[in-house]
């Protein structure tokens, strides 16, 4: 995979840093043209991460994900099968 590399599925975009560290965490973006009411922005952000901690992505660094507008009408299994989407893309690019 290369470091610029990022990968997209109808949901979010998944992106790579170019120098990874140690102690970086997931990092979700949910803009407030994504979501209006911070409630909103929160559920999908935990969701996301959520998601992401339950798939098998221990040796990936972690990403930022940023999100689209159709993500926050998406539950709980549709955005671990959007997960799932992205990591197959980029499982075939390693």
Request: charged share 30%.
């Amino acid at each position: 995979m290369k470091q610029t590399d990022q990968f997209t599925s109808s949901a979010f975009v998944v992106k790579f840093p170019l120098r990874p560290q140690a102690k970086d965490k997931i990092r979700v973006v949910v803009s407030t043209k994504i979501a209006k009411k911070a409630v909103a922005r929160n559920r999908v952000r935990r969701l996301i991460k959520e998601a992401w901690r339950l798939s098998e992505t221990s040796n990936l660094p972690q990403p930022h994900i940023y999100t689209k507008k159709t993500v926050v009408n998406l539950s709980f299994e549709e955005i671990k099968n959007e997960i799932s989407k992205i990591l197959k893309k980029i499982n075939k690019t390693q």
